[in-house]
């Protein structure tokens, strides 16, 4: 497993820094309502989230399912637990977090579940598609969320590391936006693909929040093992550098949607 790139979810700072994509983002939507848009959920009776973190997609469910939904969350980190329960149980009585680390299997009965959302957590458990598909009711629903392929490439180029090497694309190319939809396809009839065109855009006077994201970033965007990895202050030094120079940093930032539907047993 990639631990150094599951250990960037596990700082506290994820939410700080999920604000500052946000408050940087060229494209206004919410894209956890965009994924959740004209999905009926209200007679969902149990819900599973593979990869769930401190529960931030299962926020976005309020208003959608009913109070007493079984919310199933999954993930490696036992630290999410507290706050993933805390926020399940705001909209739902019953909430329910299991740590494990997921690979390509699940402990669920067949055709168990209504709907299972996986945001921005397929990339690092690919091979448990066909046991998603397996899990939900013949008439239930994936939501997934991921990142493309693209993402940060200008960052990665100014720092004269070639995509293939970064390890952040090498692990966004297990499911991603560019490959997601034919991913899901192998074991569901129906795949929507909805794309999420955004830049991240920092000025000059944005230096603090721009600093915040490559600090963030940089253990996923090098190769695993790069002696950079043991300098960051010199890669910020050299971050700071390039927006005092160009004046603005643009940062490639399209996500994707994929709604599947029609399940199909392998
Ligand atoms: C980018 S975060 C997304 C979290 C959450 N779904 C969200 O939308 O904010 C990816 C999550 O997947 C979890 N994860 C990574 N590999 C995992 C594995 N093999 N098994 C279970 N969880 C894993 C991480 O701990 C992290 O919480």
Known sequence: MDTHLVGAYEADGHEAIA???RRHSTNPADIRQEALRGID???????????CGYGAMVEALAGRIRPGVEVIGVDIYCS???????????????????CRRLDSRLDFPDQYFDAV????????????????????????????LTHSESNFQGMLAAMGVSP??????????????ENGATRLAEH????????????LVFRAE??????????????????????????????????????????CVSIEKDDAVFIATEPRRS
Request: hydrophobic fraction near 50%; avoid cysteine.
């Open 206 to 247: 944005d230096l603090e929040d721009y600093l915040a994201l490559v600090r963030f970033k940089l253990p996923s965007l090098l190769p695993a093992g790069d002696p950079a990895l043991g300098r960051p202050e010199a890669l910020l030094a050299w971050a700071r550098e390039l927006l005092a120079r160009a004046g």
């Open 117 to 144: 959302i996986a945001a921005y957590s397929l990339y690092f458990f690919p091979r448990l598609i066909p046991e998603l598909a397996r899990v939900l009711k013949p008439d239930g629903v994936l939501v997934s």
């Open 164 to 177: 293939r090497q970064s390890a952040m694309h090498s692990l966004l190319s297990r499911f991603s936006a």
């Open 188 to 199: 569901f009839g129906a795949v929507e693909s909805r794309p999420y065109p955004n830049t």
């Open 19 to 21: 604000r500052i994509i």
């Open 41 to 51: 959920l209200s007679g969902a009776t149990r819900l599973l989230d593979v990869g």
């Open 80 to 98: 999410d637990e507290e706050v993933f329960v805390a926020r399940a149980r705001a909209i739902t009585g019953s909430a329910r977090f299991i």
